[in-house]
């Protein structure tokens, strides 16, 4: 699909998320590229330094794996005596390993055993969910992908059947039954993707034009899902939400 756009002769490639992008990268060396929603843009090959993209590509980092330690500290305040803790993946992304060595290293420096399951297709959820259960798993926090998004539902619909907090990374993918989010507004980012569109059309250069990374990042917690749980979310917690669902 990237290859027939550039076919077509387009102006601009916008690449969203991390499977998407080194596609639309792939396809041309002349043609401006603008990622949105990569956690990662160096290590996912797309730039070799936010200040100075080089080549022509650019765009706006959501930074996402590095709120993987947060949305764990968060999920600390609620649960007393947080010790095991999961990590969703989908093995199929290409971002995954990002996450799973951001999960490491963050479960490693607060102290919490970790564990990590991985899906690949949505036939794969329930069987994950199960492992979750005898390993006694206490709370869980899930990859932002594609698929994660798409089955956004199914997965907090599991998470509320097997009585496990679930901490997601957009206030859009809370689903029917995540019990908090915290992470960058990616509709924000994507209106930023205009912008970076108007100043290209207008002659600028993707490599005069830095990587963006987000300095805004909402906490949102469902109360309906922690009265679910028997979960008491602390009143210090609630007052530094941006949002609370009742």
Same mark, same amino acid.
């Given at each position: 699909?990237?290859?027939?756009?550039?076919?077509?002769?387009?102006?601009?490639?916008?690449?969203?998320?991390?499977?998407?992008?080194?596609?639309?990268?792939? /396809?041309? &060396?002349?043609?401006? $590229? +603008?990622?949105? %929603?990569?956690?990662?843009?160096?290590?996912?090959?797309? !730039?070799? *330094?936010?200040?100075?993209?080089?080549?022509?590509?650019?765009?706006?980092?959501?930074?996402?794996?590095?709120?993987?330690?947060?949305?764990?500290?968060?999920?600390?305040?609620?649960?007393?005596?947080?010790?095991?803790?999961?990590?969703?993946?989908?093995?199929?992304?290409?971002?995954?390993?990002?996450?799973?060595?951001?999960?490491?290293?963050?479960?490693?420096?607060?102290?919490?055993?970790?564990?990590?399951?991985?899906?690949?297709?949505?036939?794969?959820?329930?069987?994950?969910?199960?492992?979750?259960?005898?390993?006694?798993?206490?709370?869980?926090?899930?990859?932002?992908?594609?698929? /994660?998004? &798409?089955?956004?539902? $199914? +997965?907090?619909? %599991?998470?509320?059947?097997?009585?496990?907090?679930?901490? !997601?990374? *957009?206030?859009?993918?809370?689903?029917?039954?995540?019990?908090?989010?915290?992470?960058?507004?990616?509709?924000?980012?994507?209106?930023?993707?205009?912008?970076?569109?108007?100043?290209?059309?207008?002659?600028?250069?993707?490599?005069?034009?830095?990587?963006?990374?987000?300095?805004?990042?909402?906490?949102?917690?469902?109360?309906?899902?922690?009265?679910?749980?028997?979960?008491?979310?602390?009143?210090?917690?609630?007052?530094?939400?941006?949002?609370?669902?009742?």
């Amino acid at each position: 699909m990237a290859a027939e756009l550039v076919a077509l002769g387009v102006d601009v490639l916008i690449g969203v998320g991390a499977n998407a992008a080194p596609y639309a990268k792939d /396809a041309t &060396t002349t043609i401006p $590229v +603008i990622f949105v %929603l990569v956690s990662d843009p160096i290590g996912s090959n797309l !730039v070799k *330094s936010l200040a100075r993209p080089e080549g022509n590509v650019t765009g706006i980092s959501n930074s996402a794996a590095d709120l993987v330690g947060k949305r764990l500290e968060l999920l600390k305040e609620i649960i007393a005596g947080l010790s095991r803790v999961a990590l969703l993946v989908n093995s199929n992304a290409q971002i995954s390993p990002v996450y799973v060595d951001a999960f490491l290293a963050a479960t490693a420096t607060l102290g919490l055993s970790n564990h990590t399951f991985l899906w690949r297709s949505p036939d794969e959820l329930v069987p994950a969910f199960d492992a979750m259960k005898q390993a006694d798993i206490q709370a869980l926090i899930t990859c932002p992908d594609g698929w /994660a998004f &798409t089955y956004r539902d $199914v +997965i907090s619909n %599991l998470a509320i059947t097997s009585r496990l907090p679930l901490s !997601v990374w *957009s206030r859009q993918t809370l689903g029917a039954g995540a019990l908090m989010s915290y992470g960058a507004d990616p509709d924000a980012i994507c209106h930023r993707a205009a912008v970076y569109v108007d100043k290209i059309l207008k002659g600028a250069k993707p490599s005069e034009l830095p990587v963006e990374q987000p300095t805004k990042f909402d906490l949102a917690i469902n109360l309906t899902t922690a009265r679910a749980l028997g979960l008491e979310v602390p009143a210090t917690l609630l007052a530094r939400a941006d949002e609370v669902i009742e």
